[in-house]
């Protein structure tokens, strides 16, 4: 829904305390009701309809307070009754049909509104009725987590009455009442149409207690309601000239009985409606990235007229309210600072707020709240100056962003579409880029676009995560990278989510103690998508069994997708086979131990002196990083980590969690070299500050310097390239399991064999490919000093001086193995082992003969400290057939 002439209102009120000792069936300290507020009022931004504000955005503040804001305009009923319009028939039906169409819209989504009143009816800048404040009863638990009555009391239908006050049940945390019927805004809507066509007001000078008894003795006798009021307030006279289609839907509206009243929708289809030649607007549902309603449905092409050439376009107005919205806040805009600004937050003295006396039970006696607190009707109206300001020189152009430019060619190299707008932010910390208004407008309208031509643009998409992704769109994104299509809810609800199972017990377990920090995830609204979106995944993959950590993989699916379990479930399900592959089998002890073997290797190979520090100390992966890879860091991270870590993870293969584990032992390496085995216990028992920005840049430097083959694992998913995909779409992406198997690739080896070497082995094509070698069989010299450019590899040959010279790799050195090592363990001094020394930075490639002798030789290398030190899968006989291999010079 566009923003056009609407503007944004906050409104402030708060929820109710729960005492201080007091405990759920679980144990477990009461969920505060701001938190559940914040849970439910999440579904209330899902509805979009053209009578109903929309709701944006509900901030929890200190003391249980809650800010809304939402759609808003300065035009109500209250206002436009003074002028006498609605007196008259015509505009009065109008009017009511409008806040039916509303009221249904809500109903049909479970809604109930329950707080008309004159307030609460604006018109927009084209004179339609917005219902505003509607999701109050629905975001409160139907009145159950706050302490003021939800409605106006004069509107009030009388079985809101009869009911009483909702109490909730402390140890389900549930109301104990159910919640009002729709029937109840009939009623409410009745009186409202009354008093608008008599011009006079019902219970003008009634004590609350007067009404309440008068509604309830209706009730209870199921007295002639319409009539009651006619008499009540002596309107018999203006509603002479009204036609009888026209009272018969007044007292319909007025019927006391629930039963007999009629719902919004059927009054609705009421005569009177007809015959003004009244109908219904149906809502646009507009674009959904997984659907498989046709995206052209709703197109509607803009018509230029001749006048508008020159007319100046706000392309503000343009834009979605999110995007506004999002944007206000990068601007400055600070809800508690404009509540403050018209004092409807004030700060007391500490010494006014004390308690008298707390009791044993845990009540509080003495200084009540303010009633102010209770509820405050006045909506103040958010500026939107401060951020046109700052958007004054973006060009009308850069609202609309060209998807296409001579880089878009499948063969090029993958670049920015908004290089021009990224120029000033480009090199700054992601934190800061995320924070920066200027950076985030360009990125939101382009992904705005590129979103809306998923799943054609999904290359475009992945080249553009490559540079970042703005928080509004991460969770489209992701869904975007991860390939998520089709008809994703159709496939969620034929999952059986309510059937008891097996592992309903250890999911209720971990819920509560999964992210509990983050406002959503703590509340019980989300504890329930919790369990269904796991319930859903483990259902429908029989193969496979509930582990713990599985909770925290869903963590950021859930936070993202709050309002999309579907799109959330989908997530998970392409996720978890990318990257976590076998990894949730009954028995998942190979996978796991096999991927922790790999992971050592590549401790070795780039940071050889913690890895034997390491090893020294027994302070084993197995001990710190199983939680690490089995819920891809998200057990061990907070969310706002998980995100920016994620955005990269997603970009990379499956053995890329492997360089962040990496990079991650890396930050604390000084710190683990000086640290006994206990001490490295306590520093991952609770993981230390993190430089995530730092940690995803030197993962992604550790993958581009780690040979494919070298990460190879036999239980990863073997996934074959996809024809459509542009060969560059993601640098790092790049899987070495992704190619198809011949004589020069890896091959699998038994975990005893993977965990008796200390580095990691790399295939034949690897050591063609990295070398350099040309179609001539040279490759080009380590020590040639006519060019700058080094080999990337150094190649070792380990075998005899005979068999070296018999045929060896172009380029290599000879260390034989047998003579390679002096009684104190160093190498012995030669040109060979001189050359070996001044290449450090070189990968170095141990090639030998079938045998132990390579694997060995590079055991030693690793212990003396050598760096990016592999050995030759299946030895030297292997590159045999590629005719490669060549006579060294007579002086080696």
Not at 89 to 105: A, D, I, K, P
Not at 375 to 388: P, Y
Not at 775 to 787: D, V
């Amino acid at each position: 829904m566009i923003l056009g002439k609407a503007q944004f209102g906050v409104s402030t009120f708060f929820a109710s305390s729960h005492s201080n000792d007091k405990c759920g069936a679980n144990g477990l300290p009461l969920t505060p009701n701001s938190i559940k507020i914040v849970g439910r009022f999440q579904y209330l931004k899902t509805l979009n309809h053209p009578n109903v504000c929309k709701y944006l955005d509900c901030v929890r503040g200190k003391h249980e307070r809650l800010m809304l804001v939402q759609e808003h305009y300065t035009n109500n009923l209250e206002i436009a009754r003074k002028t006498g319009k609605y007196q008259r028939e015509e505009s009065l039906l109008r009017l009511g049909f409008e806040v039916l169409q509303g009221l249904t819209y809500l109903n049909r989504h479970g809604v109930t509104h329950r707080n008309l009143s004159y307030q609460n009816i604006l018109f927009d800048s084209e004179d339609k009725v917005k219902l505003l404040d509607c999701g109050v009863y629905y975001m409160t638990d139907y009145g159950a987590t706050v302490r003021f009555p939800i409605g106006k009391m004069t509107y009030m239908s009388p079985e809101v009455f009869s009911f009483g006050p909702v109490k909730i049940d402390d140890d389900t945390e549930l109301s104990t009442l159910p919640s009002s019927s729709p029937k109840v805004d009939v009623w409410s809507l009745g009186c409202i149409l009354l008093e608008l066509v008599t011009g006079k007001q019902l219970w003008k000078d009634s004590s609350l207690q007067n009404i309440i008894k008068k509604v309830t003795t209706l009730a209870k006798n199921e007295d002639d309601a319409f009539n009651f009021f006619v008499q009540e307030i002596q309107c018999e006279n203006e509603i002479k000239g009204l036609k009888e289609s026209t009272l018969q839907l007044l007292r319909l509206c007025l019927t006391v009985n629930p039963k007999n009243r009629p719902a919004p929708c059927e009054l609705l289809q009421h005569e009177s409606f007809v015959q003004c030649n009244l109908k219904q607007e149906m809502p646009k549902n507009g674009y959904h990235m997984f659907s498989t309603v046709l995206r052209c449905r709703y197109l509607e092409l803009p018509v230029l007229s001749d006048g508008d050439k020159d007319e100046v376009v706000d392309y503000l107005s343009e834009r979605s309210m999110e995007e506004v919205y999002y944007l206000w806040k990068l601007a400055g805009g600070d809800l508690e600072a404009v509540l403050k600004k018209v004092g409807m937050i004030k700060a007391k003295p500490s010494v006014t707020i004390l308690p008298i006396l707390t009791l044993d039970s845990g009540d509080v006696l003495g200084e009540g709240r303010d009633q102010a607190e209770l509820w405050d009707t006045r909506v103040v109206l958010l500026s939107l100056d401060q951020l046109r300001q700052r958007l004054s020189d973006m060009d009308g152009k850069a609202y609309y962003p060209l998807l296409e430019n001579e880089n878009s060619s499948r063969d090029a190299i993958p670049t920015s579409l908004s290089n021009a707008d990224l120029a000033n932010t480009a090199n700054l910390p992601l934190v800061i880029k995320e924070k920066d208004i200027e950076h985030q407008f360009h990125r939101v309208i382009l992904y705005e676009r590129l979103i809306k031509g998923y799943p054609y643009k999904r290359n475009d998409i992945l080249r553009e995560a490559r540079v970042d992704i703005p928080p509004l769109f991460r969770h489209l994104v992701w869904a975007a990278i991860l390939d998520v299509k089709g008809d994703i809810q159709a496939e969620y609800e034929s999952i059986d989510k309510e059937t008891p199972t097996g592992t309903d017990r250890q999911i209720a377990v971990d819920i509560p103690r999964c992210h509990q920090y983050h406002e959503l995830l703590a509340s019980p609204t989300a504890h329930a998508k919790f369990k269904r979106v796991l319930k859903a995944w483990v259902v429908s993959h029989p193969q496979y069994v509930y582990w713990q950590g599985l909770d925290s993989l869903c963590a950021p699916f859930l936070a993202l997708h709050f309002n999309d379990e579907a799109l959330a479930y989908s997530c998970i399900k392409a996720f978890i086979p990318k990257y976590l592959y076998n990894f949730f089998l009954k028995d998942n002890s190979p996978v796991i131990q096999e991927y922790l073997a790999v992971f050592s290797h590549l401790i070795a190979f780039h940071d050889p002196e913690l890895s034997n520090h390491m090893e020294g100390i027994g302070f084993i992966p197995d001990l710190y990083a199983i939680p690490w890879f089995l819920t891809m860091f998200a057990h061990v991270f907070p969310l706002h980590k998980v995100y920016h870590l994620w955005d990269t993870l997603l970009l990379g293969n499956s053995s890329f969690p492997l360089c962040v584990g990496v990079a991650i032992l890396q930050q604390f390496h000084d710190r683990l070299l000086s640290f006994g085995f206990n001490e490295c216990i306590l520093l991952f028992s609770d993981m230390p500050e993190i430089d995530i920005q730092q940690c995803v840049k030197d993962s992604i430097q550790i993958f581009c310097r780690t040979p494919k083959s070298a990460t190879y694992r036999q239980h990863a998913r073997p996934v074959a390239k996809k024809a459509d995909e542009t060969p560059n779409a993601s640098y790092y992406s790049r899987d070495y399991n992704d190619q198809a198997s011949n004589e020069l690739s890896m091959e699998p080896l038994s975990l005893d064999e993977l965990k008796s070497e200390k580095g990691p082995r790399i295939s034949a094509e690897d050591l063609l490919e990295l070398g350099d070698y040309l179609g001539n069989g040279a490759q080009r010299s380590p020590t040639k000093t006519t060019t700058n450019v080094k080999p990337m590899l150094l190649v070792i040959d380990v075998r005899s001086p005979d068999e070296f010279r018999r045929g060896t790799m172009p380029g290599s050195i000879n260390i034989p193995f047998q003579s390679a090592f002096s009684p104190e363990g160093d190498l012995v001094p030669c040109s060979a082992v001189a050359t070996l020394k001044q290449n450090r930075g070189q990968v170095k490639v141990v090639v030998g003969s079938r045998g132990r002798n390579a694997s060995n030789f590079a055991n030693e290398l690793v212990r003396l400290g050598y760096t990016r030190v592999c050995t030759l899968h299946k030895g030297i006989d292997v590159l045999r057939q590629t005719g490669i291999l060549t006579v060294p010079p007579a002086d080696l």
